[in-house]
């Protein structure tokens, strides 16, 4: 199968065809497609950039919750109360803790809560 053309590929595709035309505004057409490739470039680059900040706050994110962890088995809430960073969810914890457990970092089980239900409950794996 053919290798999926980008947007940024396609320009320099229809730039190739315009340059070797003859048409009367050839000029202002590889213009305008030079525009756009520096536009889907810079555009590229502030995605990384983005990527790289919000990949580095999931990482104080996911120490802040290992540091919380003990060699207690504590529930969801319990660990987001102690997690004491400002735009901490549930969701963000919980994808933090999934992140450890894959890590084997932390290891997690299902415990019944004080009102008889099951819910999910971590803690820090016991290091050998």
Known sequence: MAEKMTKAMW?????????????????????????Q??????KAEKARERAAK????????REAVRAVLTDEFQTIDDIVAQVAE???????????LTQLVKAEMAEKDQIKA???????AYRLVAEV
């Open 11 to 35: 320009f320099e595709e229809i730039k190739a065809v315009v340059e070797a035309s003859d048409y009367e505004r050839k000029d202002e057409a590889v213009e305008f497609i030079d525009k």
């Open 37 to 42: 490739l520096e536009l889907i470039a810079s």
């Open 54 to 61: 919000t990949k580095a706050e999931g990482d104080e994110l």
């Open 86 to 96: 400002e735009g901490v969810t549930k969701a963000k914890v919980t994808a933090r």
């Open 114 to 120: 004080d009102d008889g239900r099951k819910v999910m």
